[in-house]
């Protein structure tokens, strides 16, 4: 199976083909802004492993993602989708009247294709009665942040910012208020007092669910309290949660400097 990767997808340290240049102007945009598709090794592939990561520029990625998905689908090839981090993921439900659940309608509009199977790690959706409709498996990343974290802090506690955080993995946490996009406020409490813990979640938007929670851990007596995440989204969401906790362990799902933990790994086993 030949892996191929997107352009947001190509920080990652895998073995895989990446679309060529425009041979005119040796770049994969045009001056307007459209994308430029081309896969000059598409007739020598019987079946693809395509791997996408939805973030940064999400609608430029899914430019690129459908290009590609509509070449191979031309050249017979048989397909299979992996997603580090899924674009419009958080939008997975109709939360107001008149509104699409995103999510849903991007696995709908993918399978469409001739995808066998779609492979997303960690998906903000993943606990959605929905994604059961979908030929959708769910790769794991948080071993390989466990593996890290073991390696640097001792005997330390799991926690949530959340409940979001009980639905998808199953952790205790706090129930959440949210005041704006930046401010929320946690009630609850945890017996943290003299412990070390471990802050995760699956992912870092705008930073303000994780700073409230070391905030609330270390008011209950929590040690040292180290945050981990999945998908870093925005880069000032990170550097928020850098700068609150005693330190942070995030995947490189996206692409981002504060990305210390490799998923290659995890993509690794769909191949197997």
């Known amino acids: 199976m030949e892996t191929i990767v997107t352009p947001t997808a190509e920080h990652l340290d895998l073995d895989a083909a990446r679309l060529d240049s425009h041979p005119q102007n040796e770049s994969r945009l045009f001056p307007d ?57 958080m939008q997975d439900k109709s939360f107001y009247s008149g509104t699409v659940n995103y999510a849903r309608a991007l696995l709908d509009h993918v399978t469409r294709y001739p995808v066998r199977q779609v492979y997303a790690i960690d998906p903000h959706f993943s606990h959605r009665d929905w994604i059961t409709e979908y030929p959708v498996s769910h790769l794991h990343a948080f071993p390989f942040v466990q593996e890290r974290v073991n390696a640097d802090l001792d005997e330390y506690i799991v926690v949530g910012p959340d409940l979001g955080a009980v639905d998808r993995f199953g ?102």
């Open 33 to 89: 802004g459209e994308v430029y598709v081309q896969l000059e090794s598409v007739a020598d592939i019987e079946s693809a492993l395509l791997v996408h990561s939805g973030q940064p520029r999400p609608n430029q990625g899914l430019a690129y993602l459908y290009g590609l998905l509509d070449l191979l689908t031309k050249h017979d090839i048989l397909i299979t989708l992996c997603f580090t981090y899924v674009p419009y993921g």
């Open 171 to 272: 952790i205790p946490s706090y129930e959440k208020t949210r005041n704006g996009a930046y401010e929320v406020e946690l009630e609850g409490e945890l017996d943290v007092e003299g412990r070390n813990v471990l802050v995760f979640d699956d992912l870092i938007e705008t930073g303000g669910t994780m700073v409230a929670a070391y905030n609330r851990l270390k008011s209950q007596g929590a040690d040292t309290v180290v945050a981990a995440a999945v998908h870093g989204v925005l880069d000032e969401g990170i550097q928020r949660v850098q700068g609150a906790y005693d330190g942070l362990y995030l995947t490189n799902t996206i692409e981002t400097d504060a990305g210390n933990v490799s998923i290659e790994p995890l993509i690794q086993t769909v191949l197997e």
